[in-house]
């Protein structure tokens, strides 16, 4: 075990976990104030749920035997056989490193079903599409078939945020909209939440796209400078297009295009240069400040933009890995893009890597919510969703002014 | 005794609160409040999608004095609120049945 690779990767694990608090801050401060301790319980049901699954049976089937094309079997179920010796606390930390991923990724979705989701047909949402949706696509893109045709995907621009941005489209089609909606807006009810949730997103993403390098390497570092500039880039680019087209940059604006600029650089960071990721950023901050108003023309309630953020955020970085992914950069064996004397055999792969992720990720999700549907139910009552979820879903209240509010019961 | 009512900008708060202590008032009572006059409200915009702001915050303040101090009362709330600018709110007097202090149990003049 090369320490400095396993010290590298212990810390990346740590900070892609802290990226799902922040992501719950990201979602509750845009979230209604009734509705915020919903959203941060779905984020963080995904903490408490997903290791314990993951560990079971999530990475086996995601990675247990690499070389398999669709499906990494039981053979790693229960973590079976692996050990310290040799190479094996260097996989145990990948197991880790890669269960941080399982957890955020269905997180990603809890925006999109916010204010009207039963939390129990949440709760068993969650881990069942870990299992059925994010696992095996992870299996196609890292060593599967979609890998050994050719297509990349550095940290998961295609595996996360395609596959659970399409996942929240079809969540909010079956789900209906909130009531209300869109005549009744629901501004965010903290942007300082959202700020706080950003910075945090951003901090936690070195670890998620440099630590994806699962070593202290050239590519990890240049997967480090990338995540610095799409990001300052794709914040850059959406408070420039606010100025003009709506009067005012907003932090709103700064914060989803920095958030943009994150994902679209996701599938990229490992494969581009450092100009190139600027480019990724602003295409990205520019694409998806328009993309958030399709909503509004198309008629689904995508509470909080996952569609027009991570869905389409996503597929920019991942077709644009097919025009700027530069294999002498990195002294790597894999195609080149289309700027780079690659010809469009790379996009092309990019775009089937992504069309089958979209097909599988879509048909699943929605076979699982309309089982969920005809069990449990999928949405709470009309009443408790003007209640607010916090009170009816949680039993508690996000924000108590003043001392008159509680007694003892 | 009089109760005399203000809605005032909320930046105002503390030049009104001064001005009635010089008036010889010894008890202010201050609520946040919310609400539209002829100011009308503001848009806000959040990624792209206009929202209007009706109610616009204001504090209102509210002291009770007795019948002779009710004209310097109004008149510190008055040229200490004013802006020249529209929103500044308003002032309205309304007449009290009883007072009571609490502590004393006194009532009327003698509780103000």
């Given at each position: 075990?090369?320490?400095?690779?396993?010290?590298?990767?212990?810390?990346?694990?740590?900070?892609v976990?802290?990226?799902?608090?922040?992501?719950?801050?990201?979602?509750?401060?845009?979230?209604?104030?009734?509705?915020?301790?919903?959203?941060?319980?779905?984020?963080?049901?995904?903490?408490?749920i997903?290791?314990?699954?993951?560990v079971?049976?999530?990475?086996?089937i995601?990675?247990?035997?690499?070389?398999?094309?669709?499906?990494?079997?039981f053979?790693?179920?229960?973590?079976?056989?692996?050990?310290?010796?040799?190479?094996?606390?260097?996989?145990?930390?990948?197991?880790?490193?890669?269960?941080?991923?399982?957890?955020?990724?269905p997180?990603?979705?809890?925006?999109?079903?916010?204010g009207?989701?039963?939390?129990?047909?949440?709760?068993?949402f969650a881990?069942?599409?870990?299992?059925?949706?994010?696992?095996?696509v992870?299996?196609?893109?890292?060593?599967?078939?979609?890998?050994?045709r050719?297509?990349?995907?550095?940290?998961?621009?295609?595996?996360?945020?395609?596959?659970?941005?399409?996942?929240?489209?079809?969540?909010?089609?079956?789900?209906?909209?909130?009531?209300?909606?869109?005549?009744?807006g629901?501004?965010p009810?903290?942007?300082?939440?959202?700020?706080?949730?950003?910075?945090?997103?951003?901090?936690?993403?070195?670890?998620?796209?440099?630590?994806?390098?699962?070593?202290?390497?050239?590519?990890?570092?240049?997967?480090?400078?990338?995540t610095?500039?799409?990001?300052?880039?794709?914040?850059?680019?959406?408070?420039?297009?606010?100025r003009?087209?709506?009067?005012?940059?907003?932090?709103?604006?700064?914060?989803?295009?920095?958030?943009?600029?994150?994902?679209?650089?996701?599938?990229?960071?490992?494969?581009?240069s450092?100009?190139s990721?600027?480019?990724?950023?602003?295409?990205?901050?520019?694409?998806?400040?328009?993309?958030?108003?399709?909503?509004?023309?198309?008629?689904?309630?995508?509470?909080?933009?996952?569609v027009?953020?991570?869905?389409?955020?996503?597929?920019?970085?991942?077709?644009?890995?097919?025009?700027?992914?530069?294999?002498?950069?990195?002294?790597?064996?894999?195609?080149?893009?289309?700027?780079?004397?690659?010809?469009l055999?790379?996009?092309?792969?990019?775009?089937?890597?992504?069309?089958?992720?979209?097909?599988?990720?879509?048909?699943?999700?929605?076979?699982?919510l309309?089982?969920?549907?005809?069990?449990?139910?999928?949405?709470?009552?009309?009443?408790?969703?003007?209640?607010?979820?916090?009170?009816?879903?949680?039993?508690?209240t996000?924000?108590?002014?003043?001392?008159?509010t509680?007694?003892?019961g | 005794?009089?109760?005399?009512?203000?809605?005032?900008?909320?930046?105002?708060?503390?030049?009104v609160?001064?001005?009635?202590?010089?008036?010889?008032?010894?008890?202010?009572?201050?609520?946040?409040?919310?609400?539209?006059?002829?100011?009308g409200?503001?848009?806000?915009?959040?990624?792209?999608?206009?929202?209007?702001v009706?109610?616009?915050?204001?504090?209102?303040?509210?002291?009770?004095?007795?019948?002779?101090?009710?004209?310097?009362a109004?008149?510190?709330?008055?040229?200490?609120?004013?802006?020249d600018?529209?929103?500044?709110?308003?002032?309205?007097?309304?007449?009290?049945?009883?007072?009571?202090?609490?502590?004393?149990?006194?009532?009327?003049?003698e509780?103000?």
């Amino acid at each position: 075990m090369d320490t400095g690779d396993a010290a590298w990767v212990l810390v990346s694990s740590a900070l892609v976990l802290f990226m799902t608090p922040g992501l719950a801050f990201f979602y509750g401060g845009m979230d209604r104030s009734r509705n915020v301790l919903n959203m941060l319980m779905m984020n963080f049901w995904c903490l408490l749920i997903i290791p314990i699954l993951w560990v079971v049976v999530g990475y086996s089937i995601a990675g247990g035997n690499f070389d398999a094309a669709f499906f990494g079997g039981f053979g790693a179920a229960f973590l079976k056989d692996i050990g310290l010796e040799g190479e094996g606390a260097m996989q145990l930390l990948t197991i880790a490193f890669l269960g941080m991923f399982a957890v955020i990724t269905p997180a990603l979705i809890s925006g999109a079903v916010a204010g009207r989701m039963k939390f129990a047909a949440w709760a068993i949402f969650a881990p069942v599409w870990m299992l059925l949706v994010f696992a095996p696509v992870f299996k196609w893109v890292y060593g599967g078939w979609l890998g050994v045709r050719g297509s990349l995907d550095f940290a998961g621009g295609t595996a996360i945020h395609v596959n659970a941005g399409i996942a929240a489209l079809v969540a909010v089609l079956i789900l209906g909209k909130r009531k209300g909606w869109p005549k009744e807006g629901s501004p965010p009810h903290s942007m300082p939440l959202v700020m706080i949730g950003t910075g945090i997103l951003w901090f936690g993403w070195f670890g998620f796209n440099a630590g994806s390098a699962l070593g202290a390497n050239g590519q990890a570092v240049q997967a480090f400078m990338n995540t610095f500039l799409a990001a300052a880039a794709g914040g850059l680019a959406w408070v420039l297009v606010e100025r003009v087209r709506d009067g005012h940059p907003t932090n709103l604006g700064a914060a989803s295009g920095i958030v943009a600029g994150l994902v679209a650089v996701t599938p990229a960071c490992g494969y581009v240069s450092s100009m190139s990721s600027i480019w990724i950023g602003l295409a990205a901050g520019v694409i998806c400040s328009f993309a958030v108003r399709l909503k509004f023309k198309a008629g689904f309630d995508d509470a909080l933009d996952v569609v027009g953020v991570h869905f389409v955020g996503g597929l920019v970085g991942s077709l644009m890995i097919g025009l700027f992914a530069d294999s002498s950069h990195f002294g790597n064996e894999h195609l080149d893009g289309l700027f780079y004397g690659g010809g469009l055999t790379l996009l092309l792969e990019q775009a089937i890597a992504n069309g089958v992720t979209i097909v599988y990720s879509a048909v699943v999700t929605a076979l699982i919510l309309l089982a969920l549907k005809a069990t449990v139910g999928l949405r709470v009552t009309e009443d408790e969703e003007l209640t607010g979820l916090d009170t009816v879903e949680h039993g508690e209240t996000a924000y108590h002014f003043g001392e008159v509010t509680m007694g003892r019961g | 005794m009089k109760l005399v009512t203000a809605v005032i900008k909320p930046f105002k708060l503390d030049d009104v609160k001064e001005a009635l202590k010089s008036a010889g008032v010894v008890g202010v009572t201050v609520t946040e409040v919310r609400g539209f006059g002829r100011q009308g409200g503001h848009t806000e915009t959040y990624r792209g999608t206009e929202y209007q702001v009706d109610f616009l915050p204001k504090v209102k303040v509210e002291v009770v004095v007795d019948d002779a101090d009710v004209d310097s009362a109004v008149e510190a709330i008055v040229s200490s609120a004013r802006t020249d600018k529209i929103g500044d709110g308003k002032v309205w007097v309304t007449t009290i049945d009883e007072l009571i202090r609490i502590r004393t149990g006194e009532r009327g003049a003698e509780a103000v």
